[in-house]
């Protein structure tokens, strides 16, 4: 049982090309979320989806596009990179039983 | 639009004294959560907070939540420095598909 896996762990890209960020989860959760931390800013969420086939915008999703075609995994896209977008992602489920959040271990992304 | 703070940013105290992180959020929330950040590593569930006047505790962490003053608080008591971290607080309502917004968190240095 793996809960929130998170690929990849680190990557550094250079300004203009993309990649794709991979969630995956093994618990079967609807709701899934992904957020950006910033030095000094904690959390921001970028986009969330709250079931299969489904996604929405969050508080910064401007350069992010998502895609949520199976339960299990929510992939979030940078179609042209910017150094803005240097951070580190994290991947959240929520456990709608109790209300915990199982975060993934993160991405830690370099755009130069 | 959700807002979230946390007081202080920054937290140095000795190793056995005692102290409080605040939490203030500007509209209706039904969840508030208290999460401990390593640097490097992802966030690590604290606390889970549903009604007014929950106290929830552990250790030598104590959560409280106050509904109406839209405040919880984070008090360490007799500061170990193990409990050095970053502290987040985060909100989140059911009417918004439980997305989590977060406080700036407090970084918390305890000195031996």
């Known amino acids: 049982n793996a809960g929130v896996t998170q690929t990849p762990k680190f990557r550094v890209l250079k300004t203009g090309q993309s990649m794709t960020l991979l969630c995956a989860q093994d618990?079967?959760?609807?709701?899934m979320y992904w957020y950006r931390q910033d030095p000094g800013m904690g959390l921001r969420l970028i986009h969330y989806?709250?079931?299969?086939?489904?996604?929405a915008k969050g508080e910064v999703p401007d350069g992010y596009n998502v895609s949520r075609l199976k339960k299990q995994n929510f992939l979030l896209g940078l179609e042209s990179a910017a150094p803005s977008q240097t951070s580190v992602y994290f991947c959240?489920?929520?456990?709608?039983?109790?209300?915990?959040?199982?975060f993934g271990s993160g991405t830690r992304l370099t755009v130069v | 639009e959700l807002k979230v703070e946390q007081n202080p940013l920054f937290l140095s105290m000795q190793e056995g004294k005692n102290y409080t992180i605040y939490c203030n959020y500007s509209?209706?929330?039904?969840?508030l959560y208290w999460y401990r950040q390593d640097p490097g590593k992802s966030l690590e569930s604290l606390f889970v907070?549903?009604?007014?006047?929950a106290v929830k505790q552990e250790g030598r962490l104590m959560a409280s939540l106050d509904t109406k003053a839209r405040l919880s608080t984070l008090h360490i008591t007799a500061a170990v420095h193990d409990l050095s971290a970053t502290y987040f607080c985060?909100?989140?309502?059911?009417?918004?598909?439980?997305?989590?917004?977060f406080g700036t968190g407090t970084r918390l240095q305890v000195t031996l």
């Open positions: 959240a489920t929520l456990r709608v039983v109790d209300h915990g959040y199982t």
């Open positions: 618990m079967n959760h609807e709701y």
């Open positions: 989806s709250v079931g299969e086939g489904t996604t």
């Open positions: 509209t209706t929330s039904d969840r």
């Open positions: 907070l549903l009604s007014n006047g």
């Open positions: 985060a909100v989140a309502y059911t009417g918004t598909a439980s997305k989590l917004t």
